[in-house]
């Protein structure tokens, strides 16, 4: 596959996030896909409390809440 656009490149990760960080539950390509200061800032935390800005830092703070939301299904 030749990836001729930066649109197509961020096409490229996001799939890969989807397929195989959340289908698959290969957390060890969050280190391909994700720099370390990443930052997700969503509306409910880890454990699933709403909240307004749960923030979760970096590859292993992602790699923990893949884990947990993988498990709690």
Do not use: C, Q, W
Not at 4 to 16: E, F, H, N, Q
């Amino acid at each position: 596959m030749t990836l001729s656009t930066d649109g197509d490149v961020m096409k490229a990760v996001v799939r890969r996030h989807f397929e195989e960080v959340l289908n698959l539950g290969s957390v060890d390509v969050i280190d391909e896909l994700y720099s370390d200061d990443y930052v997700l800032d969503a509306p409910f935390s880890a454990d699933g409390t709403p909240e307004e800005h749960a923030l979760t830092s970096g590859r292993d703070g992602l790699r923990d809440r893949v884990e947990l939301f993988r498990t709690a299904f």
